[in-house]
């Protein structure tokens, strides 16, 4: 399985980005199944969860700190998933990652998760 991420960008404080996942290869019945996280990391600092969402797009779940600012969403027939962003901040600055989980629902940690895309920079001047 191989993740394609995309979407990043430079952007001012308070604008939107959106952010894509393709996932290809060893994906056929089986996208369709498994939960997806996003992850990011900043420049010295942990790589640290974002958000998730499971396997059909019905449970969603974010770090406390994009609560209300960030949505993820899936499109299974197109083996993509989406991260939007509103309203971003300059701390949302990082590379963001995109991850498979094996699991029907995603996980919040990152031994959960099994493929890693290669990350999409994303910049939020203030």
């Known amino acids: 399985v191989q993740l394609q991420a995309s979407g990043g960008g430079l952007v001012q404080a308070g604008g939107s980005l959106r952010l894509s996942c393709v996932a290809s290869g060893r994906t056929h019945n089986t996208f369709n199944m498994v939960g997806m996280g996003w992850f990011r990391q900043a420049p010295g600092k942990e790589r640290e969860f974002v958000a998730g969402i499971s396997w059909n797009g019905d449970r969603t779940f974010y770090r406390e700190s994009v609560k209300g600012r960030f949505t993820a969403s899936r499109d299974n027939l197109k083996n993509t998933v989406y991260l939007q962003m509103n309203t971003l901040k300059p701390e949302d600055t990082a590379t963001y990652y995109c991850?498979?989980?094996?699991?029907?629902?995603?996980?919040?940690?990152?031994?959960?998760?099994?493929?890693w895309g290669q990350g999409t920079q994303v910049t939020v001047s203030s």
């Open positions: 991850a498979w989980d094996n699991a029907p629902i995603a996980g919040w940690t990152q031994e959960e998760y099994e493929y």
